[in-house]
């Protein structure tokens, strides 16, 4: 135990107080910051964590159950030590209260009714006078904590090292999903969050307190006491909770400029306007990865909140662009985005980092209707065997779609009629004609009616398996190549 703190020996060995251990005689260790009485059932919404509770025992349940419970409220919340008033209002102690106390190595501890509870406060206050102005002293120090961000251009890891000397506690910070919310700052172990930001801070060993942040906690700050260390209490962890809250907004503020600068690199490459050394010098300041290949994902019915939170953890860019979104990336993006709600994902086929994007645009625009179409989360470019027997090259893909498609498209553009989208509805519903009418909200005499024009401008006749082929094949060439609805 570190000089200058009260335990709770220490006023079991106070001849003034003549202290008698009941159970909990592995707790005598533990540190003392205050001496307060409290007649509740349940007092720790009230307390900091290291108080000597003292009660007559109005408070203490009568049944063997609740006085376990009650015991293990208090620990659970850091107090130190249970103090009972001789007699007075002290209900029959049940031997389940002793024995939670020797396995949580709680002590509970016996007040003479000569001994006024003032005195034990007393005696309290008077030894942590000293370890009260070391508290100060680490207040103040904390509070000079964006001096020396400024001032030494420390790093998050450093800072918060140095902090963690100043402070007596080892810091850990995560989000509210417990992933790490800092870099170089370590997640705490799991099962130490509470359920609600509002709840109680203390925690056995230490604190846990939310990160403020606008629109609710960016996360939590968990604080352990240091083996050795001279702990400095929760205001001194509540100041640290303020600079990580600053810490976190810097990280933002600069985590939303680089995504401005990634939105617009990644249009500049869309539009095919960068030369693929400079596009990959622009991807490589922006820390993406260039030793691995690159993909490129369309996601289209994803919250931009939702998809945000999903990539976070992950190096991309991401540009939005009516209902879709664009996001570049290492391959690994691909399942982060999946598991988005709701999101149907297109992927392209890797590629190095800085290649051009048309081939790779189109790829994942398809990839992505047919996500959406089969209520598939992720499509990945060539898992579809029908893409598998269509040319790479464009040239070869236009000469299909004219050859098999170049009327009827020039009929739809004309007149708006949907002549290829129903019949593609009609193939994918296996020609039941009364389910695709359904999917296209129309009637099936009037899909009749379209099919039939279909086949007089293509001159192809769709009960024939060889025209139905190759009229598949022709729609799904004009899918990748963009000339037709998605």
């Given at each position: 135990?570190?000089?200058?703190?009260?335990?709770?020996e220490?006023?079991?060995?106070?001849?003034?107080?003549?202290?008698?251990?009941?159970a909990?005689?592995?707790?005598?260790?533990?540190?003392?910051?205050?001496?307060?009485?409290?007649?509740?059932e349940?007092?720790?919404?009230?307390?900091l964590?290291?108080e000597?509770?003292?009660?007559?025992?109005?408070?203490?349940?009568?049944?063997?159950?609740?006085?376990?419970?009650?015991?293990?409220?208090?620990?659970?919340?850091?107090?130190?030590?249970?103090a009972?008033?001789?007699?007075?209002?002290?209900?029959?102690?049940?031997?389940?209260?002793?024995?939670?106390?020797?396995?949580?190595?709680?002590?509970?501890?016996?007040?003479?009714?000569?001994?006024?509870f003032?005195?034990?406060?007393?005696?309290?206050?008077?030894?942590?006078?000293?370890?009260?102005?070391?508290?100060?002293?680490?207040?103040?120090?904390?509070?000079?904590?964006?001096?020396?961000?400024?001032?030494?251009d420390?790093?998050?890891?450093?800072?918060?090292?140095?902090?963690?000397?100043?402070?007596?506690?080892?810091?850990?910070?995560?989000?509210?999903?417990?992933?790490p919310?800092?870099?170089g700052?370590p997640?705490?172990?799991?099962?130490?969050?509470?359920?609600?930001p509002?709840?109680?801070p203390t925690?056995?060993?230490?604190?846990?307190?939310?990160?403020?942040?606008?629109?609710g906690?960016?996360?939590?700050?968990v604080?352990?006491?240091?083996?050795?260390?001279r702990?400095?209490g929760?205001?001194?962890?509540?100041?640290?909770?303020?600079?990580?809250?600053?810490?976190v907004?810097?990280?933002?503020?600069?985590?939303?400029?680089?995504?401005?600068?990634?939105?617009?690199t990644?249009?500049?490459?869309?539009?095919?306007?960068?030369?693929?050394p400079?596009?990959?010098?622009?991807?490589a300041?922006?820390?993406?990865?260039?030793?691995?290949?690159?993909?490129?994902?369309v996601?289209r019915?994803?919250?931009?909140?939702?998809?945000?939170?999903a990539?976070?953890?992950?190096?991309?860019?991401?540009l939005?662009?009516?209902?879709?979104?664009y996001?570049?990336?290492?391959?690994?993006?691909?399942?982060?985005?999946?598991g988005?709600?709701?999101?149907?994902?297109?992927?392209?086929?890797?590629?190095?980092?800085?290649?051009?994007?048309?081939?790779a645009?189109?790829?994942?625009?398809?990839a992505?209707?047919?996500?959406?179409?089969s209520?598939?989360p992720?499509?990945?470019?060539?898992?579809?065997?029908?893409?598998?027997?269509?040319?790479?090259?464009?040239?070869?893909?236009?000469?299909l779609?004219?050859?098999?498609?170049?009327?009827?498209?020039?009929y739809?553009?004309?007149h708006?009629?949907?002549?290829?989208?129903?019949?593609?509805?009609?193939?994918?519903?296996?020609r039941?004609?009364?389910?695709?009418?359904?999917?296209?909200?129309v009637?099936?005499?009037?899909?009749?009616?379209?099919?039939?024009?279909?086949?007089?401008?293509?001159?192809r006749?769709?009960?024939?398996?060889a025209?139905?082929?190759e009229?598949?094949?022709?729609?799904?060439?004009?899918?990748?190549?963009?000339?037709?609805?998605?």
């Amino acid at each position: 135990m570190a000089d200058h703190k009260v335990t709770v020996e220490d006023l079991l060995r106070s001849p003034a107080l003549q202290l008698r251990l009941l159970a909990g005689e592995a707790g005598l260790g533990r540190s003392v910051s205050w001496a307060h009485v409290s007649e509740l059932e349940d007092p720790t919404p009230w307390l900091l964590g290291a108080e000597v509770i003292m009660t007559t025992g109005v408070g203490v349940p009568r049944s063997a159950a609740g006085q376990r419970a009650y015991l293990e409220r208090l620990d659970d919340a850091g107090v130190s030590a249970l103090a009972l008033s001789a007699q007075l209002h002290v209900p029959p102690l049940h031997p389940s209260l002793f024995e939670a106390a020797e396995e949580r190595g709680m002590p509970i501890l016996e007040v003479p009714l000569a001994v006024p509870f003032i005195a034990i406060a007393q005696e309290v206050a008077a030894a942590v006078q000293e370890d009260a102005r070391h508290r100060l002293g680490a207040q103040l120090q904390v509070f000079g904590a964006l001096r020396w961000l400024a001032a030494e251009d420390l790093d998050t890891a450093t800072l918060f090292r140095r902090l963690e000397r100043l402070s007596g506690y080892d810091v850990y910070l995560c989000t509210p999903q417990g992933r790490p919310l800092l870099p170089g700052v370590p997640a705490p172990p799991a099962g130490v969050l509470p359920e609600q930001p509002e709840a109680p801070p203390t925690i056995p060993g230490g604190f846990v307190l939310p990160v403020p942040a606008p629109g609710g906690p960016a996360g939590f700050l968990v604080a352990f006491e240091r083996e050795g260390a001279r702990p400095a209490g929760l205001a001194v962890v509540q100041h640290v909770a303020t600079v990580a809250a600053l810490q976190v907004a810097m990280a933002r503020h600069e985590r939303e400029t680089i995504r401005r600068e990634g939105a617009e690199t990644l249009a500049e490459l869309l539009q095919d306007v960068l030369d693929p050394p400079a596009a990959r010098r622009r991807l490589a300041r922006l820390g993406m990865p260039m030793e691995e290949e690159a993909v490129l994902l369309v996601v289209r019915d994803a919250p931009d909140d939702a998809l945000r939170r999903a990539l976070d953890d992950h190096a991309h860019l991401l540009l939005r662009r009516g209902g879709d979104h664009y996001v570049l990336g290492p391959p690994t993006l691909a399942e982060a985005v999946a598991g988005v709600p709701g999101a149907a994902c297109g992927m392209s086929r890797p590629f190095p980092p800085g290649e051009s994007l048309r081939v790779a645009l189109r790829e994942a625009g398809w990839a992505a209707a047919r996500a959406a179409e089969s209520g598939r989360p992720l499509v990945r470019y060539g898992d579809d065997t029908t893409g598998r027997w269509l040319p790479d090259d464009p040239a070869t893909l236009h000469a299909l779609v004219r050859h098999v498609l170049g009327e009827v498209l020039a009929y739809d553009e004309a007149h708006d009629s949907r002549l290829v989208t129903s019949v593609r509805t009609w193939m994918e519903r296996n020609r039941r004609t009364e389910e695709a009418a359904a999917a296209l909200h129309v009637h099936p005499n009037t899909l009749a009616y379209r099919l039939r024009r279909f086949a007089a401008l293509t001159g192809r006749d769709l009960s024939s398996s060889a025209a139905f082929a190759e009229v598949w094949l022709a729609i799904q060439a004009a899918r990748r190549l963009g000339l037709h609805d998605q």
